[in-house]
């Protein structure tokens, strides 16, 4: 199990992490943007297209990396790849329902 996390990298994880924690604050997201609310209201939207960016840019490098290598590195890079598009599915499928919404305020 901690070798597995071991091959993903800590910034990785940490980039992961963030992007699901950020989840749940799309229920926060129409609050009024005072005190904590300018968070939830300007700060996690603008970052969570920020990390959406990152994930595929990962996703996508690791592929890249994939060419040529041996299977054992490659099942690395694969399992890089598959949590960096899975995490960004998550983000597209809960923050892109709340972005699409904001398109019927225009």
């Avoid at 604050?25 to 904590?36: C, N, R, S, Y």
């Amino acid at each position: 199990m901690f070798a597995n996390l071991k091959d993903i990298g800590g910034m990785r994880l940490t980039l992961v992490g963030l992007a699901f924690t950020s989840l749940p604050m799309v229920l926060l997201a129409d609050m009024e943007p005072e005190g904590i609310g300018v968070m939830t209201a300007y700060i996690i939207p603008a970052v969570v297209v920020l990390f959406f960016f990152v994930l595929m840019l990962d996703a996508l490098m690791n592929r890249v990396f994939m060419i040529e290598q041996p299977d054992e590195i490659r099942a690395v890079k694969r399992r890089r790849m598959w949590l960096d598009l899975i995490a960004g599915g998550g983000l597209l499928l809960v923050w892109g329902t709340y972005f699409r919404s904001l398109l019927y305020y225009i």
